[in-house]
């Protein structure tokens, strides 16, 4: 396409868009089937929450259970149901738990520094345990032979 | 962009006046500044949790307000493997909305807030969900390159500091390069078809060039700036930033397929930018505000989603339940 076409698709498409403030017929069938307009000047209603769960997931036999994120559900049916179509879409799922928010406990992340300690005694690594060297200067101040 | 950090000027000012305690202000920033995550509970400036939810919920609502244009083809997918697809791509975008809004929840925002918020129109989605899909070539070029636009702003955004918006891109970013893939594939097939084939997309290629330029937001030229959001890794590129990095990734891969984009003016320069026209920076203004092709309708149709399964929910509430915020 030479320059000038391409000239000339351009301005065309600046128009190709109407703005319009009021609802278009819509290009889907389904939606023109609907009786909108009414319904858009409907008032808007709060209602409220489903009971939240936390989402456990499971990848195979074996593995560790894991928190995946969270479902909101009227009852462990319904809250599995939507576990299972959010958080095993994809990959390989063994099982799903689900619990409520509320029936878990956990520490804040403000006292995250009861844990600090925690790397710090490493006389609990085997690491830690070395006697190579007691060995060998026993043997040399005893003349040991093996 | 999918969760607009931009600015107004008025909140910009705000950000930069509201105090703060300097001691946890700086264990916060010091944390972030370790690449660090900031999960629920901790401890975070007024404004980074209230532009957290701001762009988060405006995610949500995008993919929820994004599965309409593509959920109008479903009925009508040229043949089952693709109906198949679509369908899949569709129930995907409507399970990227479900893991934000529990994201945007966790810094203390109800789900039922955001809804109304997105019904009475106070809430945002992405201008690009504004438009029609009006042939089947809009599915292949939405599939293709509305979420080629979405990965490169979610991949950027999945290395941000709040840890439940990251964990939720991660897992929508896996999702989402399959929807790539077979929006690809669908332009491959078009492109490699027969003249008509070729026609509707590159008829659909020229209407969405201009939705997907402004997908990124503003020029930083036009958009209040904000160090504060860069430095708590709230944002992490700028519009200008990821956009080019969009055209240098797909705009080779159309024009490969012998498919052109009805701008003179688009090319890359010695320093590696893309240069374009203006993209009429007014008409995104305009749609932002209300007036788009299809805001109306997107809205009306969530409108009587929520009025015609409200009976159902309605049903499903036990009174003596009371809402909990997710843990995480």
Known sequence: MGASGINKSFRKISGSFSIKTNIMSSLDPRVNRLDLKKIADGEIQTNSHLITWEVFHQEKRGKQVEHCGIVHASTP?????????????????TNLWVAKTSDVYTFGTEDEDIFETTPEKTFREPAFYKVRDRIEKFQNKNKVNV | MYGSTNLTEEEAKRMNSTVEDPEKLEAFEARIARGEKIEPSDWMPTEYRKQLIRMIEQHAHSEIVGALPEGTWITRAPNFRRKLALIAKVQDEVGHGQLLYSAAE??????????DDLLSGKSKYSNVFNYPAKTWADIAVIGFLVDGAAIVNQTINSKGSYGPYCRALERICYEESFHLKQGHDNVVYLAT?????????????????????????????????SEKLMKWKVKLASNDDMRNQ?????????L???????????KKNNDGIWEFSDPDWDEF???????????????????????????VRQALINPSEKYQVPLA
Not at chain 2, 106 to 115: A, F, I, P
Not at chain 2, 194 to 223: C, E
């Open chain 2, 246 to 254: 969009f055209l240098d990734m797909y705009v080779p891969k159309i």
């Open chain 1, 77 to 93: 049916e319904m809250a599995l149901i939507l576990a299972k179509e959010q958080y095993a879409r994809r990959g390989k799922t």
């Open chain 2, 193 to 225: 078809g027969t003249k008509h084939q070729r026609a509707i997309l590159q008829d659909a290629v020229n209407r969405w060039y201009r939705p997907l330029l402004h997908f990124f937001g503003p020029p930083d030229t036009m958009s209040a700036h």
């Open chain 2, 285 to 311: 203004k305009r749609v932002i505000n209300g007036n788009g092709p299809c805001n109306a309708e997107r809205l009306a149709v969530r409108k009587f989603a929520e009025e015609a399964g409200r009976w």
């Open chain 2, 106 to 115: 966790t810094l203390g925002k109800t789900r039922e807030q955001m809804m």
């Open chain 2, 256 to 266: 490969e397929l012998d498919i052109t984009f009805p701008d003179p003016n688009l």
